[in-house]
């Protein structure tokens, strides 16, 4: 969901269709953020409105700081990564944009964890993808109701499909 390096970060969960970018957190980790959290709308006076008054308050008044949330994604979710580096596209064998499942590579504790995998079996970790990188939420889980089938792969590690 979000790794342990965002978890003193406050966080929500994603929305289906929001669209989100890679973004270093304070703790210097790379997660998901939305671009409302981190570009709010300013509701600042246009210049002719504003009082010598209020443009000296303005200036001397320390910027309430607001921390941007990291947004979390459920294990099994679909993403549409864009913005693709040319570098991870050549390494990867993808094209600019891919369609990716969100997933974790483990459960232990202290790691990074959090990653995507492309249709090819690939997979990269959110801290190797660059700062800014579009990921639109296309779907929050696996769109069938049944059960959850689990198999091992060559190197043994178990898969969620």
Request: proline fraction near 7%.
């Amino acid at each position: 969901m979000c790794d342990y390096s965002l978890m003193s970060i406050p966080n929500r969960l994603a929305k289906e269709g929001e669209e989100l970018i890679t973004h270093c957190f304070d703790t210097g980790c790379i997660g998901l953020a939305s671009r409302s959290d981190l570009h709010p709308d300013s509701n600042v006076l246009a210049p002719e409105s504003r009082t010598f008054w209020s443009m000296l308050k303005g200036f001397l008044a320390l910027p309430e700081v607001k921390p941007v949330p990291a947004v979390c994604i459920p294990p099994g979710a679909s993403l549409l990564l864009m913005d693709i580096p040319e570098k991870l596209q050549r390494e990867f064998d993808i094209g600019p944009a891919e369609e990716v499942k969100f997933t974790q590579l483990t459960t232990a504790a202290n790691v990074y964890r959090d990653a995507v995998r492309f249709s090819n079996g690939r997979e990269i970790l959110l801290q190797g993808l660059r700062r800014g990188q579009r990921v639109r939420v296309l779907t929050l889980g696996s769109q069938d109701s049944g059960a959850l089938t689990v198999h091992e792969e060559p190197d043994g590690r178990l898969m969620q499909v």
